[in-house]
């Protein structure tokens, strides 16, 4: 055998032995030598399931809140939405904020009617906690990384204006707010009245029961000259309305002191 024959014959014993050590790949196991291929679309069918499960949870407590919300039942409505895991994607926060306002609001005012002013300013207060969007709280009640409990909201135009007045036209949030202050204010409740009615006079200043109820609440808490003021300004609205004749007697006594 010449050494050229010999060579290739080691050659080729080499390269048979190495085919035959070489250990078959798992079944489904790329080559390494490959590129590997796309995610199989196992994990996004798996989430895509999860996030149809938890809108359809959503929904069905959404319209159980919704039924709450007509029965009055505004603080058990609120717990069941704090409840929901959600995104933008399944809760209009803001519109969900109005309809506490209108339902809390009708609320209210049924148990004005029968003298219950302290539940009627509470159902709005819920409301309007629930409804972050709207209010803010006092800078008084916040001690370091604490809050005073229970803290005063204090209502926040620009808020509104900025998120919520595609879902509650102005006037009827300037009703809503006005009526909480007067609630407030009717309950004899802390200085919260008057914070809320200042703010509800800026955003309406010919709203004359708020005028009356700021000037009420003033009064009550001793400060007496800047309740004449407010008393004053009540009475030029009524007279440019022609309703002198509607007018309590007790402001024209206070308006004079």
């Not at 603080?75 to 519109?95: C, F, P, Q, Y």
């Not at 009627?120 to 709207?134: D, I, K, M």
């Not at 700021?214 to 004449?228: F, M, P, R, Y």
Request: with cysteine; glycine share 6%; proline share 5%.
């Amino acid at each position: 055998m010449t050494a050229r024959t010999l060579l290739l014959s080691l050659l080729l014993l080499a390269s048979g032995c190495a085919a035959q050590t070489r250990e078959p790949l798992p079944a489904g196991q790329p080559s390494p030598t490959q590129t590997p291929a796309a995610a199989t679309p196992q994990a996004d069918t798996q989430q895509n399931a999860e996030l149809r499960e938890a809108g359809e949870d959503s929904a069905r407590k959404q319209a159980e809140a919704e039924a709450l919300l007509r029965r009055g039942e505004i603080r058990k409505a609120r717990d069941l939405m704090r409840d929901i895991l959600h995104g933008e994607r399944t809760v209009n926060s803001k519109e969900w904020g109005a309809k506490f306002l209108r339902a809390a609001h009708a609320g209210a005012l049924a148990a004005s009617r029968e003298g219950k002013d302290e539940e009627a300013y509470e159902l709005l207060e819920t409301a309007f906690q629930y409804s972050g969007g709207l209010v803010r709280v006092a800078p008084e009640d916040v001690d370091g990384e604490r809050l005073v409990d229970p803290p005063s909201f204090i209502l926040d135009e620009q808020l509104y204006e900025k998120d919520f007045s595609a879902h509650l036209p102005r006037a009827e949030y300037v009703e809503i707010a006005g009526d909480y202050g007067l609630f407030l204010e009717q309950a004899g409740g802390n200085r919260k009245d008057v914070a809320v009615l200042q703010q509800v006079v800026q955003m309406s200043p010919a709203r004359e029961e708020t005028r009356l109820a700021l000037a009420d609440a003033l009064w009550k808490h001793g400060e007496k000259e800047k309740a004449a003021r407010e008393y004053k300004a009540y009475l030029d609205l009524m007279t440019s309305k022609k309703q002198l004749d509607k007018v309590p007697p007790r402001v024209n006594e206070r308006v004079k002191n």
